[in-house]
């Protein structure tokens, strides 16, 4: 498996494994209150390639 696949910031990145996305502030990574919200968009989406229903 890829940790974190689908995910641009997260993507092969061990420091994500077993922590979820706005548990805390990570250096270089989106601020904790922006995390789980751009990995839904980016999931859903196909990281942009298909619309979401969501949207």
């Known amino acids: 498996t890829i940790p974190g696949k689908g995910v641009d910031f997260m ?3 061990y420091k994500w494994h077993g ?7 990570m250096e270089g990574e989106p601020k904790k209150e ?10 859903r989406t196909l990281r942009g390639k298909i619309r979401s ?3």
């Open 11 to 13: 993507e092969n990145d």
């Open 19 to 25: 922590a979820p996305p706005g548990a805390s502030d």
């Open 34 to 43: 922006e995390q789980a919200k751009i990995a839904l968009k980016e999931l």
């Open 53 to 55: 229903e969501h949207e």
